[in-house]
C-alpha cells in the first residue's frame, strides 16, 4: 500500500511560478514511479510528468516540457512539481500518482492522491 498527500495547490499569475509536493509513505513506494496527472473541468485527465523513484529517471508530457520539473527528495520521501511560466491553459486539479512503471500510471494508475487546485490567471 502507497499513501500519497498533494500539497502546494493555489492561485497564481500568468508567467508565475508554483510547486507542488507529494509527499509518499508506505512499505515500498521506492520501487515505483511517482508521477502528475491534471484534469481541468470537461477535459480527460492529462500526463504531467513522472519520476521512477529507484533512479530519478523523468519523463514529461510535450505541453509542459521545458516549463515543468519533476524531482525527487530521498530524505523527505517526497516529489515535488516545479512549474515556471504557468499559463491560463495549466489551470487544473493536479493529481500526483504511483505504479510501477509510466505505462502502468498512465493506463490507470494504483494509487492516487487528493489532488491539489492550480489556478493560473490571465
Known amino acids: 500500500q502507497v499513501q500519497l498527500v498533494e500539497s502546494g495547490g493555489g492561485l497564481v499569475q500568468a508567467g508565475g511560478s508554483l510547486r507542488l509536493s507529494c509527499a509518499a509513505s508506505g512499505r515500498t513506494f521506492r520501487s515505483y514511479t511517482i508521477g502528475w496527472f491534471r484534469q481541468a473541468p470537461g477535459k480527460e485527465r492529462e500526463f504531467v510528468a513522472a519520476v521512477r523513484w529507484s533512479d530519478g529517471l523523468t519523463s514529461y508530457g510535450d505541453s509542459v516540457k521545458g516549463r515543468f520539473t519533476i524531482s525527487r527528495d530521498n530524505a523527505k520521501n517526497t516529489v515535488y512539481l516545479q512549474m515556471n511560466s504557468l499559463k491560463p491553459e495549466d489551470t487544473a486539479v493536479y493529481y500526483c500518482?504511483?505504479?510501477?512503471?509510466?505505462?502502468?500510471?498512465?493506463?490507470?494508475?494504483?494509487?492516487w492522491g487528493q489532488g491539489t487546485q492550480v489556478t493560473v490567471s490571465s
Open positions: 500518482a504511483a505504479d510501477l512503471s509510466t505505462v502502468f500510471l498512465k493506463t490507470g494508475g494504483r494509487y
